[in-house]
């Protein structure tokens, strides 16, 4: 019996006084992954801006944020906007290579529009990045076999 009271006191002694049963369990907040370095590119993206901020060439498609990403981005995206745009609108997007050394020389997959606020409207179309994003390779946007004049690159 002795042993047992022994291994008893150890135990109690060995918990924090500071944790009990009341304590509620502390979350741990999740670490996003996010790249430091800086991405170089092999040509230049579409830079015009309107005087809302949006990346565009031609006023009718843009582009909120920026039209680049680094190589083997294959979670990102970019917001593409378009004027008159409606929720559920899709679109064919067209990617024509202009430069680098994608094994691809153009993609194409479709959008759909989703509710997000814009300085053009309340809809945009997210386009991830995964099918174009070959390192050093520049994409002309087509949309709907409309050349937008848009470029996006992707660096290294």
């Known amino acids: 019996m002795r042993p047992l009271i022994v291994?008893?006191?150890l135990f109690v002694a060995c918990v924090d006084p500071a944790v009990s049963r009341t304590t509620p369990p502390v979350a741990t907040p999740a670490i996003a992954a996010t790249s430091t370095r800086a991405v170089v590119l092999s040509c230049e993206p579409t830079r015009k801006t309107d005087a809302a901020g949006v990346v565009t060439a031609?006023?009718?498609f843009g582009i909120v944020g920026e039209a680049s990403t680094y190589g083997g981005?294959?979670?990102?995206?970019?917001?593409?906007?378009?004027?008159?745009?409606?929720?559920?609108?899709?679109?064919?997007?067209h990617?024509?290579?202009?430069?680098?050394?994608?094994?691809a020389t153009w993609v194409e997959?479709?959008?759909?529009?989703?509710?997000?606020?814009?300085?053009?409207g309340d809809v945009a179309f997210k386009v991830g990045w995964k099918p174009i994003s070959f390192s050093d390779s520049c994409w002309r946007l087509v949309?709907?076999?409309?050349?937008?004049g848009l470029v996006v690159a992707v660096g290294h």
């Open 7 to 9: 291994l008893g006191l």
């Open 58 to 60: 031609d006023g009718g």
């Open 73 to 93: 981005d294959t979670e990102g995206a970019f917001w593409l906007v378009r004027k008159g745009a409606a929720l559920g609108d899709s679109i064919a997007l």
């Open 95 to 103: 990617f024509e290579q202009t430069a680098g050394r994608a094994p």
């Open 109 to 120: 997959y479709n959008a759909t529009g989703s509710p997000r606020t814009t300085p053009w």
């Open 143 to 148: 949309v709907d076999g409309t050349d937008t």
